[in-house]
């Protein structure tokens, strides 16, 4: 097949169309280069142009005319992934849905929402109509889209109480639209909201979701110091074990994370502590004053109900998940991160022997989450880059001791997943997207079904670097 971006362009001119080449550029990037492999990689690409629709007709139209054409699209929302998801490795067209993002309706315990919407402008029309709020998010709030999230995220703030989105009622709902001659709009939910959910785009166009809400509180942000890393990690390990008492993020820093990259806190951190962030519902504080008594060297340096500090430190969840990765990056541009998984089955130990393997070259983070009604541990490790041989080695090294690595320095679904083929995603694909024009280059399934993941997958259609 050969795009004609020309008689697509013509045709679309009539909605929100950017061809600007240096504003098509900026919507055709994520945050892909907190990996220097995917940035060595994926630098030079970019769509031939970007439109914006602001219905579900609009999306329709958009799909229609470029299957015509023979011109890839790949989704976006604000470009807030680390992996290269909404990275246009074939060019084509962007379809941005920042536009598409009306609150539509708010129910008792759940929420319907267009893709394009803020997590942040959900969180407050729930709160000011119901007094409610998403179960969970990631740590961008403030700029992703609840789009974005579901299609190219795994959980986030709040996963120590819910677990992940792939977790059963964590998605109620998704609407999605097909890329043939003639458009389909379907229906998900169950078993076939995996169909499409953390599929990055490659097999439908999410046009609406519906999902769960919990009560909202005014969350108290608390950094806690403990005196070496083991103990906080057991701290924060038996916290989320205690089950009446409600949490929404519990996070751990080996030091010199917080030393080191976090301006506003570090001030209050003595060298060689370790540190947590967290959020305790308000009328869980004594709970949380009961539970930190039975730790004497445990210590509340700030709380956001009574700030002492100068300076604000902000939301605390700006530096768990990946804001951690990029306040690193801004003190030392050589710093990239690994997720790891720990499991449910002594954590604690795990964690411990590959921190004592690997550190000070990787340093843990821990995200303190939930999985199958077990507390579980992610980690989402800063990591010193010196060669992308030995980034490779780290991570062989991981899977060998039993710490299941999700690579953010592969732009594939199975590559940055399990390393095995998703057959529903697949065989949807085959349904919904018959010529592949979806975000290609994204499926390894799709291309190469005998691909051995021995090393990187390299899609062949990728767009070529200008010399």
């Not at 999306?59 to 976006?76: G, N, Q, S």
């Not at 609150?103 to 267009?114: A, C, N, Q, S, T």
């Not at 050589?334 to 393997?357: C, F, H, M, W």
């Amino acid at each position: 097949m050969t795009a004609n971006i020309e008689a697509a362009k013509a045709a679309l001119a009539h909605l929100d169309l950017d061809t600007n080449p240096v504003s098509v550029k900026a919507k055709s990037r994520d945050f892909f280069w907190y990996s220097p492999v995917l940035k060595a990689r994926l630098d030079h690409v970019t769509a031939d142009f970007a439109v914006a629709p602001r219905t579900e007709a609009e999306v329709i139209e958009v799909l229609k005319v470029c299957y015509a054409h023979d011109v890839p699209v790949t989704t976006r929302g604000t470009g807030t992934g680390n992996y290269g998801q909404a990275m246009p490795l074939a060019g084509g067209c962007i379809l941005h849905l920042n536009q598409f993002n009306k609150v539509k309706e708010i129910h008792p315990g759940r929420v319907i929402v267009e893709p394009g919407a803020i997590l942040k402008d959900i969180d407050a029309a729930c709160k000011a109509q119901s007094g409610q709020e998403l179960r969970m998010f990631s740590s961008t709030w403030a700029t992703a889209t609840i789009g974005g999230f579901v299609a190219g995220g795994s959980g986030g703030v709040g996963s120590v109480r819910w677990g992940g989105l792939r977790d059963l009622g964590n998605i109620i709902r998704l609407r999605v639209v097909t890329m043939e001659a003639e458009p389909r709009v379907m229906e998900f939910t169950g078993e076939e909201l995996h169909r499409v959910s953390h599929a990055y785009g490659t097999n439908g166009i999410i046009t609406e979701l519906e999902m769960p809400l919990a009560p909202a509180y005014d969350w108290v942000g608390m950094f806690v110091t403990l005196p070496d890393f083991p103990s906080a990690n057991r701290f924060g390990y038996e916290l989320a074990c205690e089950d009446g008492l409600l949490v929404k993020l519990v996070t751990v820093f080996e030091a010199p994370i917080a030393q080191d990259y976090f301006q506003r806190v570090s001030p209050y951190v003595n060298p060689g502590q370790a540190v947590l962030a967290l959020m305790v519902a308000p009328h869980a504080m004594g709970a949380f004053a009961t539970f930190a008594a039975r730790w004497p060297e445990a210590d509340v340096i700030w709380r956001s109900d009574h700030p002492a500090w100068p300076k604000d430190p902000g939301h605390v969840f700006e530096y768990g998940w990946n804001h951690t990765t990029l306040r690193a990056l801004k003190v030392d541009p050589s710093i990239t991160y690994l997720q790891v998984g720990y499991g449910t089955d002594n954590p604690l130990e795990l964690v411990e022997a590959v921190r004592q393997k690997f550190s000070p070259e990787v340093l843990q983070h821990i995200e303190v989450t939930r999985g199958g009604g077990k507390v579980q541990m992610g980690g989402l490790s800063i990591v010193k880059f010196t060669t992308e041989a030995r980034l490779d080695e780290i991570v062989r090294e991981h899977e060998a001791m039993g710490a299941m690595i999700f690579n953010p320095h592969r732009y594939t679904l199975e590559e940055g997943g399990r390393q095995a083929v998703d057959a529903r995603q697949l065989d949807f694909k085959r349904e919904a997207d018959p010529k592949g024009l979806l975000n290609p280059g994204k499926m390894i399934a799709w291309d190469d079904p005998a691909w051995d993941y021995a090393r990187m997958y390299a899609w062949p259609g990728m767009m070529k670097a200008a010399e």
